[in-house]
């Protein structure tokens, strides 16, 4: 369920500020059709979500080998499983007390009836942290992205309010993996910075964030056309004039 929360939160804010770009470059594009500018819409949401989505999956992709190639053990794993170690016989708990500290039980078996399959695969899943990474992928990327096309000049004040209440959300979900038993910490700094790295190389080099055509919501006509060879612009000039 908290993995749905920052896909609510970055479909509704691109889609959002995107509108507000759109209807505010409506005037600029009177020959137009409405069907044709609903359709460039459209189109412009698509092209920011591909970006997010690609950083997302990738991200995911690479939390998930970490997780299956460690197998590192979860803070709550002894809760979980209540192991039996086989060369005593002795089932641990939470409250049992350690006689051994400096030996490393590999043979034992959990204890736990077997409703508890699922938990138990899981607790051996701790590293990296999959909530925080992906909700650093997820979050600053979107602060990036409202950086980068946020046109609402009577609200830059907001703007800044939006992207610090995005990272302290991103931040709070990280902090609470720990909290909460199910990561250590650096289970969650590690998936942070992970999704973190991500998000920024995605919005630098696989997205148009900061290129010329991204800025202020506008494509640049004049350097696109500046590309087009002496007869492609003779044809829009003629089309132009009918």
């Not at 929360?5 to 691109?14: E, K, R």
């Not at 999956?57 to 086989?86: M, N, W």
């Not at 078996?109 to 590293?127: A, G, I, N, V, W």
């Not at 800025?215 to 640049?220: E, V």
């Amino acid at each position: 369920m908290l993995g749905l929360i920052p896909t609510v939160i970055f479909v509704l804010v691109i889609v959002l500020n995107e509108f507000y770009i759109f209807k505010s470059n409506t005037n600029s594009h009177m020959n137009s059709t409405a069907r044709n500018k609903w359709k460039q819409f459209l189109w412009q949401i698509y092209f920011q979500f591909i970006p997010l989505g690609f950083a997302i999956v990738a991200s995911q992709f690479i939390t998930h080998i970490s997780k299956y190639t460690i197998g590192r053990l979860r803070p709550h794993f002894i809760d979980v499983c209540q192991p039996q170690i086989e060369s005593t016989g002795e089932i641990i708990t939470r409250l049992s007390n350690c006689t051994d500290s400096i030996s490393y039980h590999i043979n034992y078996k959990c204890t736990r009836p077997e409703k508890f399959l699922y938990q138990m695969t899981d607790s051996h899943l701790s590293f990296m942290s999959g909530h925080s990474s992906h909700m650093a992928v997820s979050m600053i990327y979107l602060i990036i992205y409202l950086e980068a096309r946020f046109c609402w000049k009577d609200f830059q004040r907001g703007k800044q309010a939006l992207q610090t209440a995005l990272f302290s959300f991103a931040f709070w979900v990280a902090l609470s993996r720990i909290s909460d038993y199910k990561h250590h910490w650096s289970d969650v700094l590690v998936g942070f910075i992970q999704g973190t790295v991500f998000a920024i190389f995605t919005a630098l080099y696989g997205s148009d964030l900061f290129s010329d055509k991204s800025q202020n919501g506008n494509y640049n006509r004049d350097k696109a056309r500046s590309k087009l060879s002496p007869q492609a612009e003779s044809a829009i000039s003629i089309n132009m004039n009918v």
